[in-house]
């Protein structure tokens, strides 16, 4: 289950297949930004939209372009932010819970991925305060999922906390409504 891309490129690095990507790559050097037609998303944004490090990781190695937006003007960052944890894996963390604190574990180990997906993704040229289509940058995206390992992240790379989304929000008037203390510190610190 999915999203099933038509340029095998985006396909292969939202499945997390390296050799394909690899391959589909060495026969066409051209394919590593191509732009799904319907979405406009490229290879590096559907291995992000999925938390496919090693795909991201091999895809800013071969230099692909991290400031490239799909038709929601959402760049890899956008994803990166976004991520959040499928129903699978709250189930597994409900159903673990009680076992020796096992779902404990697993959600410290979904929480360090998205953190490492997201220290990954800025360790290129990403333009950090990229609005998309609801005006909503990376920043907006972590205090809506009250990531408190994203966003300090964002904050050292400089992330704008004055950008209004379409909604007239900043990212601590998103916080504040959230009630996350933590966060809303985190940001009038660095105002």
């Known amino acids: 289950m999915g999203i099933l891309y038509s340029e095998p490129m985006c396909q292969a690095a939202y499945d997390n297949d390296v050799h394909e990507v690899y391959r589909l790559y060495r026969d066409n050097p051209k394919s590593l930004n191509v732009q799904e037609e319907s979405s406009g998303e490229t290879p590096i944004i559907a291995a992000c939209r999925r938390g496919n490090h090693n795909v991201v990781k091999y895809l800013l ?15 890899c960052l956008h994803y990166a932010a976004k991520r959040t944890y499928s129903f699978l894996d709250y189930l597994m963390i409900v159903i673990m819970m009680p076992i020796l604190l096992i779902g404990y574990l697993i959600l410290l180990e979904k929480q360090k991925k998205n953190e490492d997906l997201m220290k990954l993704v800025l360790s290129s040229k990403v333009e950090v305060n990229c609005k998309d289509y609801k005006g909503n940058t990376a920043l907006h995206y972590a205090c809506l999922r009250k990531s408190n390992t994203i966003v300090p992240l964002l904050l050292e790379k400089e992330a704008d906390i004055s950008i209004k989304n379409n909604k007239g929000e900043t990212a601590l ?3 504040s409504k959230q009630k996350f203390k933590k966060i809303i510190t985190l940001l009038k610190k660095s105002g």
């Open 173 to 175: 008037d998103i916080a």
């Open 61 to 75: 190695d071969l230099g692909a372009d991290v400031s490239i937006c799909n038709k929601k003007q959402r760049t």
